[in-house]
């Protein structure tokens, strides 16, 4: 059961609407299915605690919005990263929304739901079989093998490494606020 409720936009400080049309847009632009907000417009899932909160909520959304703006690794590398870490913690809403946007990605559903239920999926691309190790070294914690690291710094290159390192560490986040808030997928009844 979640322990925060999506505020109303009246709810919402009058300084704090702008993060909250910040995040309503740019979760706008996403035609995957995923609902984002609920039929009174309320955001759902982490953004909720971003919003309760937005004295950490703004600079984590503006950590996020890095993320969804320019980027160098393809949207199912990326997808791939997201599944690990949402997996592994059991990130209902994370799993949600990124199983969605993985397929729009064109992995298949059975890699999506693999990769989801914390397995190996077969058939990746070496790209995206390289996101998935990192990503899955990563969340069991320790430092990332050399050997791993190297194989990955030559596939994505110094930027896309970093890139790669930083969103895991960016929805390591983004799970925690989902597991300790209790923010589940949306009631679809």
Do not use: C
């Amino acid at each position: 059961m979640p322990r925060l409720t999506p505020p109303t936009r009246d709810d919402i400080e009058k300084a704090d609407r702008d993060l909250s049309d910040e995040m309503q847009a740019a979760m706008g632009q996403h035609e995957s299915g995923v609902a984002f907000t609920r039929a009174d417009g309320a955001l759902l899932g982490p953004f909720v605690a971003l919003l309760r909160f937005p004295q950490f909520g703004r600079p984590a959304w503006q950590f996020t919005e890095l993320f969804m703006g320019a980027h160098t690794l393809p949207n199912a590398v990326r997808e791939i990263a997201i599944l690990v870490v949402g997996s592994h913690f059991d990130a209902r809403f994370e799993l949600y929304s990124h199983e969605s946007l993985a397929k729009a990605a064109a992995l298949s559903a059975r890699q999506v739901a693999a990769v989801a239920a914390g397995e190996r999926p077969d058939g990746l691309t070496e790209p995206q079989e390289t996101a998935w190790l990192v990503a899955r070294r990563l969340v069991d914690g320790g430092q990332l093998p050399e050997m791993t690291y190297q194989s990955a710094l030559n596939t994505f290159g110094p930027d896309g490494m970093a890139e790669l390192i930083y969103l895991v560490g960016s929805y390591l986040v983004v799970a925690v606020l989902i597991n300790g808030y209790g923010l589940t997928e949306p009631d679809t009844a």
